[in-house]
């Protein structure tokens, strides 16, 4: 059976511990929380997401986010 602090770490991942951003290389906190995560305010499109998804397999930094995001000249 999962502890309470398991059960809450997958509900909100910024209770898990810092991550490493997979692009960058550098830590940083999730800013995920139960009213939604820092990245849902990021306007992206339904193709740059699903790029995202097919290159990355874990979260990004939002710096990293923001610079690959659709007005990237990436």
């Not at 997958?10 to 209770?15: E, G, I, T």
């Not at 490493?20 to 830590?27: L, S």
């Not at 999730?30 to 990245?39: D, R």
Request: glycine share 8%; hydrophobic share 30%; proline share 4%.
């Amino acid at each position: 059976m999962k502890s309470l602090s398991d059960m809450v770490a997958s509900l909100v991942p910024a209770l898990g511990g810092p991550r490493t951003c997979e692009a960058c290389g550098k830590d940083f906190t999730c800013g995920a929380s139960l009213a939604g995560c820092w990245c849902t305010e990021l306007k992206l499109s339904d193709e740059a997401r699903a790029d995202l998804r097919s290159r990355y397999q874990n979260c990004l930094c939002r710096e990293c986010l923001e610079k690959l995001g659709p007005d990237s000249q990436d």
